[in-house]
């Protein structure tokens, strides 16, 4: 085993905290990431850190961290740039954005989830609307769309014209490929809060996979897979090909590693070699998670390198890397650091 500064590359087998991975290599980050500052916010990607802190600007100004979720992720949907989440997510086969969001509140356990959703650029916000204005946890297709029409949420346009021309390409020259699934062709904002109580909220949006089928449904507005939020553990989100997180429960995976004593980073780790160890494909999932639990430590990791998460407290916003599992003779995937 040799142990460096940014994490620790292991041929066959690793330890982390007495827990055994095998068959993969694992490129952690030394020291389990903890902070005592609150709230504490984290999510998938980059992008996520501008979602970040309008959430922390909503708990500022006296908001809930429901409103936090909702409002945070309500800029990565409006975000017409972004092609993998709300208004310019890359349509369908046939050019119909259709869009998948989840929402959970921690203290009471509620969820609410909105899948195949057309024409409303914020998913999330009727996802919260299902939670908290009807008896159902999900609403699909025409139902959700005439469900967040009567709660008064506008019908427009979400095919961007940045959106068509990819649609048009994919068309012309490339079907076959994006629709196996390619990782360019989605992205997903998964954001998690533990707050100055210590109750635990989480929201998850989507356009899914580019160019899929009409009516495909990944794993972003599926509880227990895109996101899942424990109030007395911690909570997890998800990014990546959706149909390898659904058959695996991921979110709820990493929610149970947590209970059972592993740190955010380790039980992100530990359900990926899980669902490795028993999948066709391996190692080649294609899925990546965050994670934080009660005590204020977060962690994150994927399958292979490149898949960063953004994290922000009161004193501090930063974007990290995650720890990554690849095959064994891939090369090092490092990790940067955050000071709290
Ligand atoms: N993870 C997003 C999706 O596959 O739909």
Known sequence: MELSRRGFVTKGTAIISGTFYNRHEVFSNPNI?????????????????????????VINSGGS????????????????????????????SEGIVQLDACIMNGPKHEAG?????????????????????TR?????????????????FIKENLLTEKSKKKWLEWKKDNQKKSLEGS??????????????????TGGCSTSGLAFKLPGRVGDSPIIGSGLYVDNEIGAAGATGIGENVLRHCCSFMIVEFMR??????????????????????????NIFF????KTGR???????????YSVTTPKQSGILDSAALSDIDAGPVGGNEFQN
């Open 136 to 152: 159902h946890v999900q609403l699909v297709g025409k139902g959700a769309q005439k469900f967040a029409c009567s709660q008064g």
């Open 33 to 57: 990431r903890k902070t005592m500052s609150r709230p504490l916010i984290i999510s998938t990607w980059p992008f996520g850190e501008a979602a970040n802190k309008k959430a922390m600007e």
């Open 113 to 133: 989830s909105v899948m195949g959703l057309e024409k409303i650029r914020n998913p999330i916000s009727v996802a919260r609307k299902v939670m908290e204005h």
């Open 290 to 293: 965050i994670a934080l639990d």
């Open 183 to 200: 990782s360019e062709n989605h992205d997903t904002i998964a954001l998690l809060i533990l707050d100055e109580d210590g109750n635990l």
């Open 65 to 92: 961290s429901l409103d936090a979720v909702e409002k945070g992720i309500n800029v990565t949907e409006n975000d017409k740039e972004n092609t993998s989440v709300g208004i310019g997510g890359l349509p369908n």
């Open 260 to 285: 059972q004593g592993l740190s955010p980073e380790e039980a992100c780790i530990q359900a990926i070699q899980r669902a490795a160890k028993i999948d066709p494909k391996g190692i080649d999932l």
């Open 298 to 308: 977060y962690g994150a990791a994927g399958t292979g390198k490149g898949f960063q």
